[in-house]
């Protein structure tokens, strides 16, 4: 009974740990999962890239948004939201860094719960080297 308890606690508990917790052993899956929704078509993981025609990129690089967002309560469900609903170009806070006014809502193109662990994996990622 003992250890049916303990294996029982053990079991709660990595149910409790977020997906994204061991980014670094989802990077092939998470890329593929930003891949097939399109996230990639505007965003780069890497900062320092080009977007079309030599402007600077349409969305910002992943590596930032984890840099812009680290420690922050309720970042993933905040930008889990603005992943599913879009952004309001007035309200930019990347201006002057992207080429993009907004990030237009992509229901259509992800599920949330998909969303949240991209998401998630996004703001597990290592900070840029400065």
């Known amino acids: 009974?003992?250890?049916?308890?303990?294996h029982?606690?053990?079991?709660?508990?990595?149910?409790?740990?977020?997906?994204?917790?061991?980014?670094?052993?989802?990077?092939?899956?998470m890329t593929q999962l930003a891949r097939n929704a399109g996230c990639?078509?505007?965003?780069q993981i890497e900062p320092g890239g080009k977007g079309p025609d030599?402007?600077?990129?349409?969305?910002?690089?992943?590596?930032?948004?984890a840099a812009k967002?680290?420690?922050?309560?309720g970042a993933v469900d905040a930008l889990t939201l603005t992943v599913m609903k879009g952004s309001n170009p007035y309200e930019s806070h990347w201006k002057g860094k992207?080429?993009?006014?907004?990030?237009?809502p992509n229901a259509v193109a992800i599920k949330?719960?998909?969303a949240k662990k991209l998401v998630g994996w996004i703001l597990a990622l290592e900070l840029p080297k400065k």
């Open 1 to 6: 009974m003992r250890t049916s308890l303990r």
């Open 8 to 29: 029982t606690t053990a079991l709660a508990l990595l149910a409790a740990v977020p997906m994204w917790a061991g980014a670094a052993g989802n990077d092939d899956v």
């Open 40 to 43: 990639l078509t505007c965003h």
């Open 54 to 65: 030599g402007l600077p990129p349409i969305g910002p690089a992943w590596r930032e948004v």
């Open 69 to 73: 967002y680290q420690g922050q309560k």
């Open 98 to 104: 992207v080429s993009g006014l907004a990030m237009p």
């Open 112 to 114: 949330q719960a998909d």
